[in-house]
């Protein structure tokens, strides 16, 4: 059983000049227990309605929706108290102090100052805690929000986006908080669109697309699906070192500097030696791996950007 | 639930509106009362001595029957005729501020107490919509119904509590002013008593305006919305409604409050007969129940849209 279970979700907005938008269309999602979990999708994709669903801020039209086995159109106030949440840019009250905000909240769950404390340390935010959030930065919101959903000490944390307007420093920041969630044995569920971040922070992803799922697995599955065969080869003479791979019925293209060729990995050896025998010493050979951004953008090609 | 009270109290004593509708209604009140003393002083003997005996001229006309018509019974609200006259014909020396007033000014300010009160209805209600908190709120406690009715207790604690402390505020001062520069001449000895029923009418009642402001706003997802539908319904509507159609002032929101805070029904002056008391149109008890009702359908109303529509 998975912690977050998604059944035939659909979710459609009525446009102001009448017709609909379908946000969500029959998404299926099972989201297991433990580790980070990589929610991937262009903008538009559904990926925050689909979060707005799973914490009950958003009514589906049809699907099912259970958050740690609890139905959330029924029992959500059961579970609420494990799951920590931000959707979108997390929305606090702009001229209360930090911690004010967190006590606000911390009050209806019964959490004490001792654990708003710890929740400010632990995204480094205890300096500043006493200052009104509309001075903070974009990413000492961010941070703040999260704290917000670490307080509940929750086992499922559901962030949106939770790397949005942060700089290169607050992103490093946000990641390694994410791991270390992740590594403690909560299930940290993140929708992002910065997917060099879910390659590095998720154990598995989803890639949705025009409200649908596209692709699940663990990381390294869903970058076999997309991944070219064959491998990448530095030599001072491409072309001759093509001829050469040719001779030795090894099937390769020309890409710049470098050769393509259409072998599997394990299949270097062959290669350096052909190339070798034709006097031509390659000066790197790699596997032509791609990145979670190839995959994605493949998968979701056909899928156009949104509904 | 306790702790979700605790929590929306804490949040609705950390708004910065609150302190500051507090310390900007000292301020009017003390300029006011500033303003009220110097153009009154205290009355000489000679002034006293001159308006008991007003005053007692003014019992014995009444008591021969001069302030009502011929056959006309003695109005609603007096015991007697002697109760009546001795009310009618109370004369002090007008020469500025007078304890026996007390009552009154709290009455008379009683519309600025009640606008205080939509405006913090309105900000309680709307303020999580316009900085998107309401989200939040609900990923900790996702009960809709019991947020709204939690939130809608405070709301109408703290307006209770905000224009209490005010209009007594408002009433020290006037007791202050009095002393040094009024007459207490006149006063009923129940003229504290009077003073703080009247302050706890008027408080009863903003609260209840103050919670028709809140279910508007919450249905409206706006505080501005709030505001501009309210006093316009409010003073524009049920202004022009009322005066063209009078006889259906028995369901108008601000006459059943004006009938709360007053004590004094509306009677249908259409139905004007000789020698007749004139009929009630809106007495006490009906205008609680209008004011009531009002709350109550706009609460409930405010609760089915509140539950029904997501939260973007």
Known sequence: ?307 | MIDLFRSELLRARSRRLVPMMLVGGVLLIVVALVIAGANSHKPTPEQIAAAQANSQRLFAQCMNGKFLAPGEPVPGGFTSLEDFCRQATTSTPDTGVRLGDAPDIIEHTSTFTVLLAVVLGASLGGADWTTGSMATLLTWEPRRIRVLLVRALVVALVIVAATFFLQTVLLAGFRLTVALRGTSAGAPSSWLGDAFQAILRVSVVASGIGLIAFAVAMVGRSTVAAVGALFGYLILFEGVIAGFRPSIQDRLVVRAAGVIVGQQPIYDQNAFAPGQSLPVLLGLTEATVVLIVYVVVLLLVALFVFRARDVN
């Open chain 1, 1 to 307: 059983m998975g912690v977050i279970e998604v059944e035939g979700l659909r979710k459609e907005y009525r446009r102001l000049r009448g017709g609909r938008t379908v946000a969500v269309a029959g998404l299926d999602l099972e989201v297991p227990e433990g580790g980070v979990f990589g929610f991937l999708g262009p903008n538009g994709a559904g990926k925050t309605t689909t979060i707005r669903c799973l914490v009950g801020l958003v009514r589906p039209d049809a699907g099912t929706v259970r958050l740690l086995g609890t139905d959330v159109s029924h029992g959500l106030a059961k579970v609420i108290g494990k799951v920590g949440s931000i959707v979108e840019q997390p929305a606090l009250f702009p001229r209360f102090s930090g911690r004010r905000n967190l006590q606000i909240l911390g009050r209806i769950d019964g959490r004490d100052g001792r654990e708003i404390d710890a929740a400010l340390e632990r995204v480094g935010l205890m300096e500043r805690a006493k200052d009104a959030v509309r001075t903070y930065s974009l990413g000492m919101k961010q941070r703040l929000g999260i704290a917000a959903a670490l307080l509940k000490d929750p086992s499922v944390l559901i962030l949106d986006e939770p790397a949005n307007g942060l700089d290169p420093a607050g992103i490093v920041e946000v990641r390694e908080l994410i791991r270390a969630l992740g590594a403690e044995g909560r299930t940290v569920f993140v929708s992002s669109h910065i997917l060099s971040e879910v390659q590095q922070t998720a154990d598995r992803v989803a890639i949705l697309a025009r409200g649908r799922l596209v692709k699940a697995g663990p990381v390294h599955e869903v970058l076999a699906a997309g991944r070219a065969r064959g491998m990448l080869v530095r030599v001072a003479d491409p072309e001759a070192g093509r001829r050469a791979l040719e001779s030795a019925r090894l099937s390769s293209t020309v890409d710049g500097p470098l050769l393509r060729v259409d072998v599997r990995p394990d299949q270097g050896e062959q290669v350096t030696r052909a190339l070798v025998a034709a006097d031509l010493y390659p000066s790197e050979l790699r596997p032509d791996e791609v990145d979670l951004e190839t995959v994605f953008l493949e998968l979701t090609k056909d899928e156009g950007l949104g509904p």
